[in-house]
């Protein structure tokens, strides 16, 4: 049957500068294999399908699924979703946030004057990263173990692990190698008075190569608590990603009053249409 379709860009005002998502807006009906098979063949990082659910706190309920596999959340794939959602006459409960529900269970998704933001989610898993890995991935990246300045494991449904360099510029320098081993999110600061604060970028292995991320809400949240917590930033402030692979990504962390920690940006829709599933 043909069902709803949108690709959107995410973390940009523009189209070809974020990070693409694709949105399957009807996906009532469809099987697991046929989500994952479909999201293996658009072949971006995150192809999403909003399905009946059955908590009514939500206004809806999203599947997001890599090319490889089923993933209870991630950042940008949020953001696209509920982008196409509202663009596609999606009317929220409450018209100053919208309800998620996924694998993480709800999330929270504000309407902001940079855009769409979501409330961070709760960590899987967090705390230190044993010495073997960080000596695993300081060779991956061609660098001294001495440059990884601090590192963390910052799991909220991806599996990041994060570690801290000295500037933004080493960040942008790095060349990574083929045999990084896990999900990896590297980040180092700008110096004090530039526009952004931190330069992130995000890569993983796949199929046997090295796949790098234009735009990570996931990690940007974690790092955000991580760094945040630590003192190293403070918010709100700006994160970039993407230079690295030619894109222009920017990523804006607020903090609420109490601690809660937002994650936004802007998105851009690139194609509408129907897909037949």
């Known amino acids: 049957m043909q069902r709803r379709f949108a690709q959107v860009d995410v973390f940009t005002t523009g189209p070809g500068l974020g990070n693409p998502l694709a949105v399957v807006l009807d996906g009532d009906g469809l099987t697991t294999a046929e989500m994952q098979r479909f999201a293996t063949w658009t072949n971006l990082s995150e192809t999403s399908f909003v399905v009946s659910g059955t908590d009514d706190r939500a206004d809806y309920t999203v599947r997001i699924f890599t090319p490889t596999a089923e993933i209870p959340f991630a950042g940008h794939p949020t953001l696209g979703t509920c982008h196409a959602w509202l663009e596609a006459g999606g009317v929220p409960r409450d018209p100053e946030r919208v309800i998620q529900a996924c694998g993480s269970g709800l999330v929270e998704v504000r309407r902001t004057a940079d855009g769409l933001a979501f409330r961070e989610p709760p960590m899987l898993r967090w705390g230190p990263v044993d010495e073997a890995d960080l000596v695993r991935v300081a ?139």
């Open 139 to 277: 060779a991956a990246l061609e660098i001294g173990r001495d440059e990884i300045l601090d590192a963390t494991w910052c799991d909220n449904g991806p599996g990041w692990m994060a570690i801290l360099l000295a500037s933004a510029e080493r960040v942008l320098e790095l060349r990574i190698g083929p045999s990084l081993h896990l999900d990896l999110g590297i980040v180092g600061p700008y110096p004090p008075g530039s526009p952004a604060a931190l330069e992130v970028r995000g890569a993983w292995p796949e199929h046997g190569s090295i796949v790098e991320d234009p735009a990570t809400g996931s990690l940007n949240a974690s790092v955000a608590r991580w760094l945040i917590d630590k003192g190293v930033v403070t918010a709100p402030y700006i994160a970039t990603q993407g230079a690295a692979i030619g894109r222009a990504a920017r990523i804006f962390v607020t903090q609420e009053p109490e601690g809660t920690i937002l994650v936004g940006g802007r998105s851009a829709t690139v194609v509408t249409g129907t897909v037949d599933l």
